[in-house]
DNA sequence: CGCAAAGCAATGTGATCACATCGAGAAGAG
DNA sequence: CTCTTCTCGATGTGATCACATTGCTTTGCG
């Protein structure tokens, strides 16, 4: 009955993601480049011997931190917005947690933003994150979608295309955040302002 | 009253662009970290000893490519506008720049996403791309002043959050052509539309 | 209890790195 | 022509890397 320490039972699974939020971790701080077996072992509290029996192969731990960071991105996402219904709500938060306003979201970006590189010149990491994008263009578009059901969205706007120009913005003011370039209060104000205009450019429709 | 070979009026600067533009080109083909004394050498034509007799320190190589980088950007845009006094034209012209759309603007632009991660990790480089971006923020924004002034902008709009922005967008929007999210004509698409939004929303006014 | 296998720490290996050092050769100065 | 100084190719060095190998320790199982 109590979980067994060894076998295919075991608690590999654990560990693994112990080991990937150590890389995660790394990247946060010091850059993808700081990222290698001692670094990773040592964040983790573990045996360099450990990290490399659970990922024998650098290309495969560096893959498993992507899906955990995205893994991990979701659930915030999803503790954040809550049961709520209103799509605009959800819309709006999805997107705000993307401009960095405290640690956890501040490590969160850089991760991806050192992720974002590496997409450039590892083909398994671009098609990842091309999966990525594609569920996350989409589930703004749906938001938006919803909005034009229920009339808040004008009909005329294509709501991929305008996801695609949020998310956009988003992860472009997101940076200037990160590098101290412009302030996280004024950027989420200036995506606010976006969100804004996306809706009922038209203020007298509202019912 | 020819051009020395050695001594402090030799041909240095020349050489030490020619390694700069090789460290962009590896940048660009294979991301910066592909980037070491060797590959330099290589891709430049010269010898590794060459390489660190010109950067004793890797630190200045880097950072020395980043400045070529932009000032080969500079030039490029101002080849490209010319002697356009439209400011409207200008813009778009810098804005649509920034989207990958041929072989060159490729790999500007991923030079461009390399060293926006290096940013993250590297104090100097960092500081040198906050010089940057208030360079060309401050350029879009003069632009969109100019704008103001004749009318073609309405004066409510505030012209540096607009450029930050607009830069923003353009940048989001060059990275998912880059990495094969995003088709460029439609990025390109989608950033014109933003733009003729900033110009005269009211299109009665126009003279 | 004994044993086969799994978990994993420790150590080895060859490559590559940034950077140091050295010396040959070229070019200007006297 | 000689000498000095700069250029820069060649080679050395120690660190770090990913990954291979080895073998001890533990665990489940008969």
Known sequence: MNTPTRGPGAEHEQRRQQIADAVLAVAAERGMAAVSQTSVAERAG???????????????????????G???????????????????QVLTT????????????????????AFTALALSDEAIAE????????????IA????????????????DPVER????????????YYVLVGIHPGPAARERLLTEIAATYTPDPEERG
């Open 142 to 157: 749906d938001l938006l979608r919803q909005g034009q059901d229920r009339g808040t969205v004008p009909r005329a706007l």
């Open 46 to 68: 573990v045996s360099p011997g450990r990290v490399q029996h659970y990922f024998p192969a650098k290309r495969r731990m560096i893959e498993a931190a992507f899906d955990r």
């Open 94 to 113: 999805v997107l705000t947690e993307l401009v960095p306003h405290d640690t956890v979201t501040r490590a969160h970006m850089r991760v991806r933003q």
């Open 128 to 139: 990842r994150m091309r999966r990525e994008y594609e569920r996350f263009h989409g589930q």
């Open 163 to 174: 996801a695609v120009s949020l998310v956009a913005l988003a992860e472009g003011l997101a």
């Open 70 to 88: 995205n893994a991990l991105s979701s659930a915030r996402i999803a503790a954040r917005t809550g049961p709520d219904a209103d799509p605009r």
